[in-house]
């Protein structure tokens, strides 16, 4: 927190402290706020642009020293105790809260007592904000994946909010609220929904479910929206715009069909878009990282923007005044680069950027080995606007765990800390990485999600898109995410792109895509750690995860470990197992190839071998595995083993 602070005292001046804007209105007072009004924000795209009163504040329970107790313990997890029950936020005056999340729900009691009243409007188990069992608290808005539960029903109150929790021990959590002006109107929020209301959430959920095909949404644009499709050849140092526009209005759609063109290592390809002849380019990225691909691979399919069947989609809103450009540039290397065939598609209407909406600008990021005890900027926007999405690489510079994950983001508005989160994959919706079916793949949801995730590969990422929540600013805005536990010291390779609205790019913040930074960096040196490690076992063979595996078998067994991940290449084996009372004898093959001959496992007194050289062998995508065989001998019939790791020769 301090080194933000401190940092802050040294940006330039900047412009006076405007006035609250309304919803797409200029300086008019904000129409009334309530359930519905939040949750049309949810599934009506076209109020992505508007600028909206009030800001977003946040409370967590993050370790206030600077140190990685997020939660664990408890000490943070709440702002005061009243009497035996603990208080997780208490705000005054108008708002709405907009996302709760948490990893760590239980079924004790979390009550909303709304505008002082003495009796909570809502009481309910914790669990069951997520559950999709209590209505209105329903699936999908409320829900959980990849580690964590989330709730994005919002919660209006007009004169205060306080959230209790009644259970001894509160551990992660973050509940995020929107503050209003003090003359704002709200209709408070009531467990019990009227008609309109209803039809609303439905909407919402209806939309929501559009993820499964979200190249659907095209079919509600309606006749005020055109289309305007293009086919051509696009080669390395050439730019071909796709489409211009000189009158005003708005794109609310893009797809972009290459076939695999954009997968792959190298992200030669950029997405460029410029507003109202600007001599900034409002969006200039590779193509691969605007359409959430993660490290040379789609990833991300959300009700926004991502990949489906090979067509890249974006439907984020774009509105301009007076002329609009999307080109695609493609960036020449020094090597031969192939010609790319290149189909698009735009929708767009006449209906023009007003003055109470934001153009829409992205800043893109890459630091390859950030600074130490500095953490990596996301963004750094100065003028008015609002945050609507965060895309996310994380690749560790260093085998092993991924442990750079475990960093807080903080987001500081018009000079003010907002937000400060509990963990990198929590600001994502997630929770626990590197555990089972948790936080431990690729998994893409409408607004929110995980990139990827692999431990061999020592690299992960995450994407949230932010609607109701969208984060308002009105003089600056400055977003970090750190890198490592505390101090900011891990080695690793941030990819980032943030999407705003504003009146105004942030050019200084953004990166030049320059060769090397359109490059995906992979690790030469891999390690296949216990909990996921993809293996099968053979015939007759038994297995026991004590933090480390204990592999049995009648006479001989075999253990085949999946490495799916890897790029081809001829690999240096090595391996962590343990000599034990109990041990028989092990061999290590590659497939039908045997790398290792026969070896004792056995010893009097237990013992660990670290990291014990195997052998060599080629890994192709079809020889990408290898198996352990065991045998019983007379002295034992066990075999101890931990990390597998591999070194590209």
């Known amino acids: 927190m301090l080194s933000l602070k401190n940092k802050l005292l040294f940006l330039s001046l900047f412009v006076s402290l405007s006035c609250f804007y309304a919803q797409g209105k200029g300086k008019s007072p904000e129409k009334k706020v309530g359930i519905i009004s939040e949750l049309e924000q949810m599934y009506l795209l076209k109020q992505l642009p508007a600028y909206r009163s009030g800001i977003i504040e946040q409370e967590s329970s993050y370790d206030r020293t600077g140190k990685n107790d997020d939660g664990f313990s408890g000490k943070y997890s709440y702002i005061r105790k009243e009497g035996d029950q603990l208080v997780l936020a208490d705000w005054k005056g108008p708002g709405v809260i907009n996302r709760i999340w948490t990893p760590t729900p239980t079924t004790d009691t979390i009550k909303f007592y709304i505008d002082g009243e003495k009796k909570p409007r809502i009481s309910i188990p914790f669990i069951d904000l997520f559950s999709g069992k209590v209505y209105p608290f329903i699936n999908p808005i409320c829900g959980n994946e990849v580690g964590g539960y989330y709730c994005y029903l919002p919660i209006p109150y007009q004169k205060s909010c306080k959230v209790v929790y009644t259970g001894k021990k509160m551990e992660f959590y973050q509940i995020q609220s929107r503050l209003l002006p003090e003359k704002t109107i709200v209709k408070p929020f009531s467990m019990i929904l009227d008609d309109s209301e209803n039809r609303v959430l439905d909407k919402v959920c209806e939309y929501w479910q559009i993820q499964t095909d979200p190249l659907r949404q095209t079919e509600k644009f309606g006749p005020i929206v055109r289309s305007e499709s293009k086919q051509f050849f696009i080669s ?88 609009a450009q999307l080109k ?31 153009a829409l600008y992205t800043i893109w990021r890459r630091e390859i080995d950030p600074e130490e005890y500095k953490p990596y900027l996301l963004s750094q926007i100065m003028g008015k606007g609002h945050l609507v999405g965060v895309l996310h690489q994380a690749q560790a510079l260093k085998p092993g765990m991924t442990l750079f994950f475990e960093g807080d983001d903080i987001t500081v508005a018009d000079r003010k800390m907002r937000t400060h989160g509990t963990g990198s994959e929590d600001f994502y919706n997630g929770g626990w990485y590197a555990l089972l079916d948790r936080w431990d793949r690729g998994v893409s949801l409408p607004i929110h999600g995980s990139m990827d995730y692999s431990l061999p590969m020592a690299r992960t990422g ?20 750190e890198h490592g536990p505390e101090d900011n010291k891990y080695p690793v390779d941030y990819t980032s792109l943030t999407f705003y609205y504003g009146d105004r790019p942030a050019p200084h913040c953004t990166t030049d895509p320059v060769e090397e930074l359109r490059t995906v960096n992979h690790l030469k040196e891999h390690i296949f750690y216990p909990q996921l490690m993809n293996i099968t076992l053979g015939g007759n063979t038994q297995i026991e995860n004590r933090g480390r595996f204990v592999v049995s078998a009648q006479g001989e067994g075999s253990v085949r470990i999946m490495l799916d991940e890897l790029p081809e290449g001829i690999y240096k084996i090595m391996l962590t197992y ?22 004792s496992a056995y010893s009097p007194q237990e013992k660990v071998c670290l990291k014990q050289y195997i052998g060599e062998f080629s890994l192709t995508k079809h020889t990408n595995s290898v198996t352990i065989k065991i045998r019983n001998t007379d002295k034992g019939k066990k075999f101890h083993f931990e990390n597998l790791f591999l070194e590209k020769i």
């Open 578 to 599: 343990y000599e034990t009372p109990e041990g028989g004898e092990f061999s290590v093959w590659n497939r039908q190839k045997m790398i290792s001959d026969w070896k």
């Open 236 to 323: 390395p140092g050439e730019s071909v715009p796709f489409f211009i526009d000189d009158r005003g209005g708005r794109i609310v759609g893009i797809e972009i069909e290459a076939g695999t063109s954009f997968y792959g290592d190298k992200k030669d390809i950029l997405f460029q878009a410029c507003w109202d002849g600007d001599n900034v380019m409002a969006i200039n990225c590779p193509v691969a990282d605007y359409f959430g691909y993660a490290f040379g691979k789609p990833s991300v399919r959300s009700i926004l923007l991502g990949s489906y069947n090979d067509v890249n989609y974006s439907y984020l809103p774009m509105p301009y005044r007076k002329k």
């Open 328 to 358: 695609l540039t493609y960036e020449k290397r020094s090597e031969e680069q192939p010609k790319i065939e290149v189909k698009t598609k735009v929708y767009y209407s006449d209906d023009s950027r007003t003055e109470g909406e934001g």
């Open 462 to 481: 995450g994407y949230r898109f932010f609607l109701s929540d969208k984060m308002s600013f009105e003089q600056d805005f400055l977003q970090t995410i």
